[in-house]
């Protein structure tokens, strides 16, 4: 009989982008899959299947604070845990990692790894401080991980830095040998082909990632007024969609003024994110969120851009400072418009810059490699 393994996470367009390769290892190795979701339409519930999984909805509130609807989908995964006895469960994103990892727990499953892709908003510091309500939700969110992380065989981190400010600092307990550094979860390069900026163009930047203030997105917007006063020719763009129910994101009203000086071109949301990356000359994300490693930054880097990003737990494995761009102190606004004017004054180093990128994108970014590691880890 195959061995099954269950993948518990949130949006199904998730998964499918950043589990496919994973997905299609199992199944190649005889594995019957179960991918579990709870945000998802008909398009990616269908792509999910099309790798040769079995696809299971449940209900989840991503954000929501209320501990009953967070026991129910507890109890709702483990009675498709007891149902369907699964050798694994593999679970990814805070929720399903604390509430996917116990029920796996309370089924009975032998072999339980939960991956943390980054600490996300309650770790992320902000220049006038947390909220209370996060400042809440991070005292819940370490108190149920000193619950979860004793039962889980394997927990793996995207980069160094996290294990030390969430385990090692909050004195979390685990099992000995469990926690795992993967690095970045990788892309399939053949998706973002190395592509040699025209020096023909204007020299452009773009900023790529939600419009909240954690991506960088205030700092950006100043920056390049201040670039725009010294060289007005110079090109900004923005790609990302408005989060208008988080506190600390870029309002309508904010956005369509700044439009409105044309000192940005926002083209909205776009499905061609290569083409639009082939087209600018420099990446740059001032982000001060606690990601894992952001694929924005990764996707750049294989088609061959330099980039300019923040000094700051997972966006500092992706530069080598001075060798494939620059990092810069997060909130830094002077500092972001000065590396972006070094371009503008030395756009010899864009192709450079961008060609180291593209080797380091060669070496540490394929999805391929990645996958090797993660199954290794797993033990599959």
């Not at 990814?92 to 032998?110: D, E, H, Q, R, W």
């Not at 996300?120 to 992380?149: A, C, D, M, W």
Request: glycine share 6%; with cysteine; net charge neutral.
């Amino acid at each position: 009989m195959n061995k099954k393994i269950f993948l518990i996470g949130t949006t199904a367009s998730n998964l499918f982008l950043f589990r496919k390769d994973f997905i299609i290892s199992c199944v190649e190795k005889g594995f019957q899959v179960y991918a579990l979701v709870s945000e998802y339409d008909d398009y990616w519930l269908e792509k999910i299947k099309e790798l040769g999984a079995e696809v299971i909805t449940y209900r989840l509130s991503r954000s929501g604070l209320n501990p009953f609807n967070d026991i129910k989908s507890m109890l709702e995964l483990k009675a498709y845990i007891k149902q369907h006895k699964p050798d694994m469960v593999f679970s990814f994103f805070t929720k399903p990692v604390i509430y996917g990892s116990l029920a796996a727990k309370f089924a009975g499953v032998n072999n339980i790894v939960g991956m943390i892709e980054g600490l996300g908003s309650p770790f992320t510091e902000h220049p006038h401080g947390q909220t209370l309500k996060i400042k809440l939700i991070r005292f819940f969110q370490v108190s149920l991980y000193r619950i979860v992380f004793p039962i889980l065989d394997k927990i793996i981190f995207l980069n160094k830095d996290d294990p030390i400010d969430l385990i090692k600092n909050n004195k979390i307990y685990h099992k000995n040998n469990a926690v795992e550094i993967l690095g970045p979860i990788g892309l399939d390069l053949k998706d973002y082909p190395y592509k040699a900026w025209d020096s023909s163009n204007q020299i452009s930047f773009i900023f790529i990632a939600r419009l909240l203030a954690e991506k960088g997105i205030y700092e950006y917007l100043e920056a390049a007024k201040i670039v725009k006063s010294k060289y007005p020719n110079a090109h900004f763009k923005v790609i990302g969609g408005l989060d208008l129910e988080n506190p600390y994101g870029l309002s309508k009203q904010e956005l369509d003024d700044v439009v409105s000086t044309g000192i940005i071109e926002y083209p909205g949301f776009v499905n061609n994110v290569a083409e639009e990356i082939q087209n600018s000359a420099v990446f740059v994300l001032p982000s001060y969120y606690r990601e894992g490693v952001p694929r924005s930054t990764q996707e750049a880097m294989a088609i061959g851009r330099p980039v300019i990003t923040t000094d700051v737990p997972g966006c500092r494995e992706t530069v080598v400072d001075g060798v494939n761009g620059f990092l810069i102190p997060k909130w830094n606004v002077a500092m972001l418009a000065d590396k972006m004017m070094y371009f503008i004054e030395h756009p010899e180093q864009i192709n450079l810059m961008g060609y180291e990128s593209y080797k380091i994108a060669q070496d540490k970014f394929d999805a391929e490699k990645v996958n090797i590691k993660l199954l290794k880890i797993m033990n599959i």
